[in-house]
């Protein structure tokens, strides 16, 4: 049987603690229940992947929410002294609530509110008192800012070229850290994002860095700093269009063995509807680390209200007084959509006009420089 947790053989120490932390030391065990084994990050918007995140923002003041949920098997478990396995947690169906706001044009602050909405398994009901089945996760706070790629035209575009980007979170305790949910301390991540688009397709990389302030200790395991890390490409499906194809890997590690080393991949579609994004995936885990699943299904929603701007000069086309033609941003009337060849209107077009904004004296502009003539 293919175990997840700590297992394997030469692990005897292990496997005697947590035979004692299952059935002798039920105080030691709520201790050892304030370790995050989640490991399904959702990305903040549905303008890249699944759970690597892209570089793009959605634009100054412009807004993204989310929800993603997941399931997720046999996700912590321990082996007995007779070499029976005991799942801790069987079966997780988790989420999250995202939102995500534009700062500028390249920077964007956005919120996780992780959940369990259900979990179970043999070793949960054993524990004094036993682990709750529904629990909030640690809050996630982070911010983004895009160095290289273009300004979004939009909400929703995705234009080709390439994208680097820094990330920060932070991670508030608040979860229950009673139910494998929430750690009680602080947690910091950083993480550099690269992604290319192309012709309505995609790829997407990250490398990065999780500090926690505040160690913690599963099964004789200590859980501290990890490398974390992701790919992901997205191919469109041209009979199907707008469907696309999608395939993602991610894990963290703290290179110091099996158990704190966790990989797990999924494959699924992602169809853009306007406004809405969906995604649909499954895969399995490659590693038996803890928090790993045998298996984890995701599906969810991202929705990004869009202002259009046929022209893409910054102004809605509500607002826009003249839809098809860009605003010439040169601090005069930039706010009404409408190009300005000539501000002052004495017929000396801008591009020639040395006082564009001083409308020159009829019959005293001799030399037609836009200037009246002293």
Same mark, same amino acid.
Request: proline share 7%.
């Given at each position: 049987?293919? #175990?997840?947790?700590?297992?394997?053989?030469?692990? !005897?120490?292990?496997?005697?603690?947590?035979?004692?932390?299952?059935?002798?030391?039920?105080?030691?065990?709520?201790?050892?229940?304030?370790?995050?084994?989640?490991? &399904?990050?959702?990305?903040?918007?549905?303008? !890249?992947?699944?759970? %690597?995140?892209?570089?793009?923002?959605?634009?100054?003041?412009?807004?993204?929410?989310?929800?993603?949920?997941?399931?997720?098997?046999?996700?912590? *478990?321990?082996?007995?002294?007779?070499? /029976?396995?005991?799942?801790?947690?069987?079966? #997780?169906?988790?989420?999250?609530?995202?939102?995500?706001?534009?700062?500028?044009?390249?920077?964007?602050? +956005? &919120?996780?509110?992780?959940?369990? $909405?259900?979990?179970?398994?043999?070793?949960?009901?054993?524990?004094?008192? $036993?682990?709750?089945?529904?629990?909030?996760?640690?809050?996630?706070?982070?911010?983004?800012? #895009?160095?290289?790629?273009?300004?979004?035209?939009?909400?929703?575009?995705?234009?080709?070229?390439?994208?680097?980007?820094?990330?920060?979170?932070?991670?508030?305790?608040?979860? /229950?850290?009673? =139910?494998? *949910?929430?750690?009680?301390?602080?947690?910091?991540?950083?993480?550099?994002?690269?992604?290319?688009?192309?012709?309505?397709?995609?790829?997407?990389?990250?490398?990065?860095? #999780?500090?926690?302030?505040?160690?913690?200790?599963?099964?004789?395991?200590?859980?501290?700093?990890?490398?974390? &890390?992701?790919?992901?490409?997205?191919?469109?499906?041209?009979?199907?269009?707008?469907?696309?194809?999608?395939?993602?890997?991610?894990?963290?590690?703290?290179?110091?063995?099996?158990?704190?080393?966790?990989?797990?991949?999924?494959? !699924?579609?992602?169809?853009?509807?306007?406004?809405?994004?969906?995604?649909?995936?499954?895969?399995?885990? &490659?590693?038996?680390?803890?928090?790993?699943?045998? %298996?984890?299904?995701?599906?969810?929603?991202?929705?990004?209200? *869009?202002?259009? /701007?046929?022209?893409?000069?910054?102004? =809605?086309? $509500?607002?826009?007084?003249?839809?098809?033609?860009?605003?010439?941003?040169?601090?005069?009337?930039?706010?009404? +959509?409408?190009?300005?060849?000539?501000?002052?209107?004495?017929?000396?077009?801008?591009?020639?006009?040395?006082?564009?904004?001083?409308?020159?004296?009829?019959?005293?502009?001799?030399?037609?420089?836009?200037?009246?003539?002293?």
């Amino acid at each position: 049987m293919r #175990r997840r947790g700590v297992h394997g053989s030469g692990w !005897g120490s292990i496997v005697a603690a947590g035979v004692l932390w299952l059935f002798a030391l039920p105080e030691l065990a709520r201790a050892q229940r304030d370790v995050d084994i989640e490991r &399904f990050e959702p990305a903040l918007d549905g303008r !890249g992947f699944i759970g %690597v995140q892209g570089t793009r923002t959605p634009g100054a003041g412009r807004p993204s929410l989310g929800l993603i949920t997941h399931y997720g098997s046999s996700l912590l *478990a321990a082996e007995t002294a007779g070499g /029976d396995e005991v799942q801790l947690v069987e079966h #997780r169906l988790a989420g999250a609530l995202l939102a995500e706001l534009g700062v500028g044009p390249r920077a964007a602050i +956005g &919120f996780a509110a992780p959940f369990v $909405a259900y979990q179970d398994g043999d070793g949960l009901v054993q524990l004094s008192p $036993a682990a709750h089945s529904t629990a909030l996760g640690d809050a996630r706070v982070s911010a983004r800012y #895009r160095f290289i790629g273009d300004v979004p035209k939009d909400a929703l575009s995705n234009d080709d070229g390439p994208g680097l980007a820094l990330m920060v979170t932070g991670i508030v305790p608040g979860g /229950d850290d009673e =139910a494998f *949910a929430g750690e009680g301390a602080f947690r910091l991540d950083a993480q550099l994002l690269a992604d290319v688009h192309l012709l309505g397709s995609g790829a997407g990389a990250s490398v990065g860095v #999780r500090h926690r302030f505040e160690r913690r200790e599963l099964f004789n395991e200590r859980i501290h700093d990890e490398f974390t &890390f992701g790919a992901a490409l997205r191919l469109p499906i041209p009979p199907l269009h707008p469907l696309q194809a999608m395939v993602e890997v991610r894990g963290a590690t703290d290179f110091r063995g099996a158990a704190t080393t966790a990989v797990e991949g999924q494959l !699924g579609l992602w169809l853009p509807l306007g406004e809405l994004a969906l995604v649909l995936a499954g895969g399995p885990g &490659f590693t038996g680390g803890i928090g790993v699943p045998g %298996v984890r299904v995701v599906a969810g929603i991202w929705y990004a209200p *869009a202002e259009h /701007d046929a022209d893409h000069d910054g102004v =809605a086309d $509500a607002k826009d007084q003249c839809p098809p033609l860009p605003e010439d941003l040169d601090q005069f009337q930039d706010d009404d +959509g409408c190009p300005d060849p000539d501000n002052d209107n004495d017929l000396v077009p801008d591009a020639d006009d040395l006082c564009p904004n001083i409308e020159a004296l009829e019959d005293r502009d001799d030399d037609e420089d836009g200037c009246t003539d002293k």
